[in-house]
């Protein structure tokens, strides 16, 4: 996996493919319907709904143009229980507070629901990489340096 890779799930890249295929088809329509309403009010220069509808179709011309970025860059893959950190992995820490947490260590376009996200570019990702249970993990961050020790590793299985 190079820096430009990004890691998905097989469901992450699914459901990139579908927002893809939706931006594409119905999504662009409606916005040439709605540029094309605005247009028939008359005079552009000073028409909100005119600027309205082309600034959407804008943000969604570069939404389209990073979804096929990160689509072309994708490595697909199930992860593999190693007994180590990797991207994929559900990692169970607990603070030194007894506190414990599970995060999903991935990057932010495998969000799911139910699970905190530790991208592995981020400061706890990068300290939980490569980690092993009962290792302890310390990083930096706004609020100062925490530790946490690792619990639990158990690949993804989505």
């Known amino acids: ?20 295929s939706h931006l594409q088809g119905d999504a662009r ?10 247009r028939s009010h008359g005079d552009i220069r000073e028409n909100a709904d005119y600027d309205a509808a082309k600034n959407e179709q804008g943000m969604m011309e570069a939404r389209i143009r990073q979804i096929r970025y990160l689509l ?6 199930e992860v593999a229980d190693t007994g180590r950190v990797e991207i994929g992995s559900i990692v169970t820490v ?27 570019v981020g ?12 290792d302890e993990v310390s990083y930096e961050a706004p609020g100062g ?8 590793i158990r690949p993804f299985e989505g």
Do not use: C
Request: hydrophobic content about 35%.
């Open 123 to 134: 400061p706890l990702g990068k300290a939980l990489l490569g980690a092993r249970i009962n």
């Open 145 to 152: 340096t925490f530790s946490m020790v690792v619990t639990r």
């Open 29 to 38: 329509h409606e916005i040439s319907e709605r540029i094309a309403e605005a």
């Open 94 to 120: 607990t603070d030194g507070d007894g506190d414990t947490s599970e995060y999903f260590v991935a990057p932010a376009e495998n969000k799911i629901p139910g699970y905190l996200l530790a991208s592995p």
């Open 72 to 77: 072309d860059q994708a490595e697909v893959r």
């Open 1 to 20: 996996m190079t820096d430009e890779t990004t890691w998905l799930t097989p469901a992450a890249y699914q459901k990139l493919q579908e927002e893809l």
